[in-house]
């Protein structure tokens, strides 16, 4: 068998005589993509290359290459016509690629796996604890009971802010200040 390959954007194709018509590995072209494949071979590499190619086939007698790729294409295209044709293009079949998919099936695995809830909507509260003049009061300490009922203690700070965030539920805070609870109720109680 006598057989030219030829590659074209990482296609690999093989002209040879009609007569290997089976080869195992590639498949047969038709006449519309036999002309495309040797149109784009011209284009890409030159009239003369594709005239020497066919003239390693024995399918080109002339001495001179015809003028442009289509007249090219047109000579050649009887040769492949037919159906005991002079010439054959062959397409190199690529082997099927078995993937191993455990990985992508373990990947499968772990997003089902996952817990894929939405997080709940946080809520914070702030108080700003101040004199009757308006001047902060720092360091203080206060108590928040949340809507949920967990307890939050902390103090001001410079500003005479405390804020408490991630709470889980919206509603209304319970706030208690420890350490002026005995004041006032003093203060109440000489008053009263």
Same mark, same amino acid.
């Given at each position: 068998m006598l057989a030219h390959t030829i590659a074209i954007d990482g296609g690999e194709y093989l002209l040879a005589r009609g007569s290997t018509t089976r080869l195992p590995g590639y498949t047969r072209l038709g006449l519309a993509e036999t002309r495309w494949?040797?149109?784009?071979?011209?284009?890409?590499?030159?009239?003369p290359a594709l005239a020497e190619l066919c003239r390693t086939v024995?399918?080109?007698?002339?001495?001179?290459p015809p003028g442009d790729a289509d007249d090219c294409v047109d000579l050649l295209a009887p040769?492949?016509?037919?159906?005991d044709p +002079? #010439?054959?293009?062959?397409?190199?079949?690529r082997p099927a690629i078995e993937l191993d998919m455990s990985e992508v099936e373990d990947a499968v695995d772990l997003a089902s796996a996952m817990d894929l809830t939405p997080e709940p909507e946080l809520h914070w509260v702030e108080i700003?604890?101040?004199d009757a003049d308006g001047n902060p009061l720092a360091d203080a300490q206060v108590e928040i009971e949340r809507p949920d009922g967990v307890t939050h203690e902390g103090r001001t700070n410079g500003a005479g802010v405390l804020r408490v965030s991630d709470i889980s539920m919206a509603g209304?805070?319970?706030?208690?200040?420890? +350490? #002026?609870?005995?004041?006032v109720r003093q203060r109440l109680g000489a008053s009263a």
């Open positions: 494949v040797l149109r784009d071979h011209a284009l890409r590499n030159g009239l024995g399918a080109w007698r002339s001495p001179h040769r492949f016509e037919g159906g +002079e #010439l054959v293009l062959l397409r190199r079949v700003t604890f101040h209304e805070c319970k706030v208690s200040f420890p +350490e #002026l609870e005995p004041w």
